[in-house]
């Protein structure tokens, strides 16, 4: 399962890029309007500046008929160039701008997906990816979890090619019982990196480690030792 970041804060995007495996970047309109930047051209083109063509950059249309849809994402492209992908919401306009967005060659996520049907009628439409809303579900007494393991074994069963990026998460189980399900990305936002990675007993191991060479090596290193 991949991993990808769920931001567009240049600082967060650099430093997750460095650190972490990440495969891609999201970002919506929401996420766009936390920088508090009315420059949103120079926001996309810098994330594709530092995540480099290779790196997946899924960018959201804030149009809803499916003509000003294509529109966007032809513009949408042009600018950021790379392994793009124009964020759609499902709706009838949404799927059909789908299907013209594929016609020109471009890449697709249908978003805001809550249903199964949904993801298998974006599926049909020709999307790459369906991106189905975890914490969203679980906050209204759905299980998230539950409809992205049924979206799994419907795109099995019926030989569905299109991938399974699971978004909105706000915590580590979340994100573990996702991928038990077999989806094929999350993206998540830079804090939940950190606690997927931590675990106390991580850092005491680390600490014991360290005590137990001083005792024999003080503070010499292995580099020190080999002489290099
Ligand atoms: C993906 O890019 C989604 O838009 C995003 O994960 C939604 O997350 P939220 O429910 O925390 O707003």
Redesign the pocket.
Known sequence: MQYLI?TANIESIKKCCEFYPVTGV???P??ISKEHSSDFKNIIYTIREIIGPDKML?V?TTASDAKQILAEAEAIRNLVGGRFFI?IPITAEGLKACALCKDKGIGVTM??IFTQQQALIAANAGADFV?P?I??LDNIVSDGVHVVEEIVSMFKKNEVKTKILA????NVEQVHKVAMTGADAV?I?PDLFEMLVYHPLTYYAIDDFCKDWETIYGDKTILDILGK
Do not use: E, G, L, V
Not at 167 to 170: G, R, T
């Open positions: 769920d999201t970002t919506n929401t996420i899924h959201q964020k978003t805001a991106a809303y914490n969203r978004a909105s998460f706000k993206t936002n």
